[in-house]
């Protein structure tokens, strides 16, 4: 890390090994985003619980250019969080979930959903609960009765125009979500 760490031990005694494992963690936050302008990491003990021991508590402020990534990772309920290397170990990890998704924001990298396929119910059989649908390009898609939502099976005629989700099939393709557009 080019800028200087600031590490802030409350309600315990600074612990140079715990200083320095911080002092690791963070320089390798560098290569998750250059933005990093300001680091500061609390460590604080939480109070005793009568059947367990003290849990640490990390707290990780980041500042970059546009934004501050705070993480506070307190888990009361995880006795791995007895250890402070863990405790530390897992707000490191949510801080480097953290800053990529940032990088991932200000990169414009944006997940890209597909459209649910569209088409029209070219066969149906009713009496066994299924039917094929006929898609742009004009191939056929098996779907079975319970694929589609809101049992809105019954309602299907033939030229229905429907959205749906194609997946494969042990014998060919298939819709696995089927939509009826009203």
Same mark, same amino acid.
Request: hydrophobic letters at 35%; one cysteine or more.
């Given at each position: 890390?080019?800028?200087?760490?600031?590490?802030?031990?409350?309600?315990?005694?600074?612990? #140079?090994?715990?200083?320095? &494992?911080?002092?690791? /963690? @963070? =320089?390798?936050?560098?290569?998750?985003?250059?933005?990093?302008? $300001?680091?500061?990491?609390?460590?604080?003990?939480?109070?005793?619980?009568?059947?367990?021991?003290?849990?640490?508590?990390?707290?990780?402020?980041?500042?970059?250019?546009?934004?501050?990534?705070?993480?506070?990772?307190?888990?009361?309920?995880?006795?791995?969080?007895?250890? #402070?290397?863990?405790?530390? &170990?897992?707000?490191? /990890? @949510? =801080?480097?979930?953290?800053?990529?998704?940032?990088?991932?924001? $200000?990169?414009?990298?944006?997940?890209?959903?597909?459209?649910?396929?569209?088409?029209?119910?070219?066969?149906?059989?009713?009496?066994?609960?299924?039917?094929?649908?006929?898609?742009?390009?004009?191939?056929?898609?098996?779907?079975?009765?319970?694929?589609?939502?809101?049992?809105?099976?019954?309602?299907?005629?033939?030229?229905?125009?429907?959205?749906?989700?194609?997946?494969?099939?042990?014998?060919?393709?298939?819709?696995?979500?089927?939509?009826?557009?009203?």
């Amino acid at each position: 890390m080019i800028l200087p760490l600031q590490i802030t031990f409350r309600q315990m005694d600074p612990s #140079p090994a715990l200083e320095a &494992r911080i002092r690791e /963690l @963070a =320089a390798k936050l560098d290569r998750f985003s250059g933005q990093i302008m $300001r680091c500061h990491v609390i460590v604080e003990p939480l109070a005793h619980h009568k059947h367990q021991g003290s849990l640490y508590d990390f707290r990780i402020e980041i500042t970059l250019p546009d934004e501050q990534i705070a993480i506070r990772h307190a888990h009361p309920a995880d006795h791995a969080h007895e250890d #402070p290397y863990v405790a530390l &170990r897992d707000a490191f /990890l @949510a =801080a480097r979930r953290k800053l990529e998704d940032y990088e991932r924001k $200000r990169r414009g990298d944006v997940k890209h959903h597909t459209e649910p396929a569209h088409g029209r119910v070219q066969e149906l059989d009713a009496e066994h609960g299924f039917g094929r649908i006929e898609t742009g390009d004009g191939r056929l898609i098996y779907f079975h009765q319970n694929s589609v939502i809101g049992d809105r099976f019954k309602e299907l005629t033939i030229g229905s125009e429907v959205r749906f989700v194609e997946e494969p099939g042990d014998l060919g393709p298939q819709a696995s979500t089927v939509h009826v557009m009203s």
